[in-house]
């Protein structure tokens, strides 16, 4: 009976040794095929070919539906309904030949961050993180955010985008660095969350005979953001706010023109001296983004609609900015059980840099399916294209036009 107890005794204090290791998982997605796109831009200001340079691609490529990548997750049991949690995950290109230092510029760190979660109450999270805007996009977006041509809201392509396509792209900012993220659990199908970025650096200025600064100064990096998210049967709608700013010391600036003020795109900027941030994003500027989003299951089809507003405006003058507001529905639906289809259209309107500068209309429409041959993987087919409608500026009338296509397997592990 001793025996029995002490034995016992032994293999309890295994199993709690155990529950308190950490959990972790390792993920992906690999996504190729064949991607083609055509471009045609028209300005009045070119007289050959009839004022219209054409563009097209063709050939085997990479993350058309879903962008490739490689991630660790894992979380660790601190008892009392409290976690230690952490991701890292980094983008894949599975057609260059090398992982780092490639044309490709190495290894795009997606997301990385490490956090606490209180059962009952939420999460708290310190790292590169995705904003609320785009968290409140991707549950609400009828082609699950692929890199076709096509989406208004979430505007990217692999190879149309690079080519003239991506016009009027950057809708909103998708991740950012030196973040902490709060994101509470549901209560009654209601959750919020929250975002603070910062990074900041001021150092003494140091200037040269023709009073130009050379290093130094101020290069500081602040923002934050606000989010909600409500279910109620069948019905979910989001809401999301952020606003970013960036500021750089004005007496290494000069003339406002786009080499000095730039819409936050990308992960925050590292602090340092002007020519260091040049070769960055986001400079000189205060970026606010706002969105709305709703999803409606109906059985045999989800229903989808989004809202989406940017203005993004020099801090050295206000009538320096950039503006783009779109709106964009679709459906998505199981054909058979292995037939997926989805379909979106949407329109907008984008002011580019700087008084006296074009303000167009552009639209876009988008159509695709999914066969599935397991759980984790699938064949693809995605069209899509994009309008971007006459814009007189003072040298010539402009507009473009593009379509993207694909064809492609894609597996999740």
Sequence with gaps: ??????????????????????????????????IGSNVANRSSATTTNGGIAATTTSGLGESAEQTSRLGFKGTEDLGSGRQALFTTEFQMYPQDQNASSNTTAGLLNRQTFVGLHQNGVGQAAIGLQYTPVFNAQAVTDPGQNNNMLGNVVYAGSTTAGNNGGGATTNAFTVRTSNTLTLQSDAFSGFRANAMWTQNNTNASSIANSSGQITSGGNTNAVGWGLGADYTYNKFYVTGAYQALKQLTSASDLGAVTTSNTMPWTGAQPSAGTLASTLA????????????????YDFGILKAYGQWITRTATSTISSNYYVKRQAEQIGVRSFVTPTVEAWASAGLGRYTAFGTGQPTANFNAWQL?????LSKRTNLYAIYGAQNFSNAATTTATVSSNANNYALGIRHTF
């Design 1 to 34: 009976m001793k025996k029995s107890l002490l034995a016992l005794a032994a293999l309890s204090a295994i199993a709690g040794a155990a529950q308190a290791q950490s959990s972790v998982t390792v993920y992906g997605i690999l996504d190729v095929g064949y």
């Design 368 to 372: 695709g399916s999914n066969y599935w």
């Design 280 to 295: 960055s994003n986001a400079l000189n500027v205060q970026d606010n983004q706002g969105f709305v989003g709703a999803t």
